[in-house]
């Protein structure tokens, strides 16, 4: 026989991988993790006959020829299928898109992406392979990637994702069935959970980082609680949550944590704990620790673990065409054209910078003709200046508030650079790729 699983509590982008390999290896029968995602739950149980799963104990008898493992590489999270292979040493293959973590199944050969979702892999095999999928299947593969990337706008996704998603959908995924199934907070349980976490939401901004932490004891475990986490990222949008659930009656810690930041590496930073994920998700269960000594502990841990934020003084020109206030608006636009600025710094006979003047202001002057004017007539003022030492969320505000096409920089009195909204965006647009290459 051969057998094809993924990890333990089975979530929709595992499910989604396991019902691509069924059709891309039809000889291939797929095993149930006897724990199921509370966020995977209801497409579970809508689907489970497409999957036509074994149990784990129906494979003890079996002798195993080969096997295949979806979206994880790490032995403890799929103990329960391998304690269950027995009088036989299988060919191991893995196909997994968690970059971050080291295989440790031993013998195993993997097959490492990058996309966002592992099922993005698979739905392009597929896709070559020439595979037809049952509109069925095709949603459930779909509803795993847009679980995976966050509806395709995590920074960890790639242009294969979308590839993925539009041949799904030409395979007649139901966009309509997937927003249903990814609308997780549907419980009273979840609902009363949300309504208790709001009002104990605690900022931090640790090395340059706009963090949310929260701590709240629960009398059980109540599923679904990754859902209200990633509902109050979605209502507060910090760079990352850190949710600590305390089950005193269990003894039991559940740490949740979510990013929006890949330089924020939470799997790495949840490992100390015996926990994983991804980069932007990730959770640790811990046993025999009072709750709010964690709680301190793990603050603790993130102000020496965490990777400096991006601040101005990284993405800054620092050569800055500057122009003097005395001279004309004629000399500043000649200024300006020849060194393709949009604007620039006015500075007064002592070098101190008292204005800015750019291409609407000189408009201004031209309309009247008076172009010999001095620039200091012309000029915006006060110029909104800030530290270099500021973070890229805070450039962005002072973008927004001011209505500003330029930010100048300074260390002490002293003119450090310059950062256009032009330079912003392009942050932002390369920020995840670099962060995540």
Not at 39 to 65: C, Q, T
Not at 312 to 326: C, H
């Amino acid at each position: 026989m051969n057998i094809a699983f993924g990890h333990s509590g089975m979530d929709l982008d595992c499910l989604g991988s396991l019902i691509l390999v069924k059709r891309l290896y039809p000889d291939f029968r797929l095993v149930r993790s006897r724990l199921i995602h509370p966020s995977a739950a209801h497409l579970y149980e809508f689907y489970k006959d497409y999957f036509d799963f074994l149990n784990p104990k129906d494979i003890e008898k079996e002798r195993i020829e080969k096997i295949i493992i979806v979206d994880t590489c790490i032995a403890q999270r799929v103990a329960e299928y391998l304690r269950c292979v027995r009088n036989s040493q299988p060919a191991i293959s893995i196909i997994d898109h968690h970059s971050s973590e080291r295989c440790d199944i031993l013998g195993a050969s993997l097959v490492e992406s990058s996309f966002g979702a592992n099922t993005s892999y698979l739905a392009l095999l597929a896709r070559d392979a020439g595979v037809r999928l049952l509109p069925e299947e095709a949603t459930i593969a779909l509803t795993g990637i847009f679980a995976d990337t966050g509806r395709l706008i995590y920074e960890n996704v790639r242009r294969e994702d979308f590839e993925a998603a539009a041949w799904l959908l030409d395979m007649g995924a139901s966009l309509k069935l997937v927003k249903s199934f990814l609308e997780t907070i549907k419980e009273d349980d979840q609902i009363e959970v949300l309504g208790r976490l709001l009002p104990v939401l605690n900022t931090f901004t640790i090395q340059g980082h706009a963090l949310l932490l929260s701590y709240l004891e629960l009398e059980e475990n109540v599923p679904g609680l990754a859902a209200v986490v990633e509902k109050v990222m979605e209502l507060q949008n910090p760079d990352a949550y850190f949710a600590i659930f305390s089950i005193p009656k269990s003894g039991t810690i559940l740490l949740i944590a979510r990013s929006q930041r890949a330089r924020i590496d939470l799997h790495e930073l949840v490992q100390a704990y015996g926990g994983g994920g991804h980069q932007l998700a990730a959770s640790a269960k811990i046993s025999g620790t009072d709750g709010p000594g964690f709680y301190v502990d793990f603050l603790a841990h993130l102000e020496t673990s965490l990777a400096p934020a991006v601040r101005a003084r990284d993405i800054m020109t620092r050569e800055v065409r500057t122009i003097n206030e005395n001279k004309s608006l004629l000399e500043a636009s000649l200024m300006l054209e020849e060194a393709e600025l949009g604007g620039a710094p006015v500075v007064n006979d002592s070098g101190e910078v008292s204005g800015f003047i750019g291409l609407k202001d000189i408009m201004k002057g031209r309309k009247v003709s008076l172009m010999k004017a001095p620039v200091k007539a012309y000029m915006s003022r006060p110029t909104v200046c800030a530290d270099s030492g500021i973070t890229m969320r805070e450039v962005e505000r002072l973008f927004y508030r001011h209505h500003i096409s330029h930010l100048v920089l300074t260390e002490g009195e002293a003119l450090a650079g310059i950062i256009s909204r032009w330079d912003y965006l392009r942050f932002q647009k390369s920020r995840g790729r670099e962060e995540l290459d």
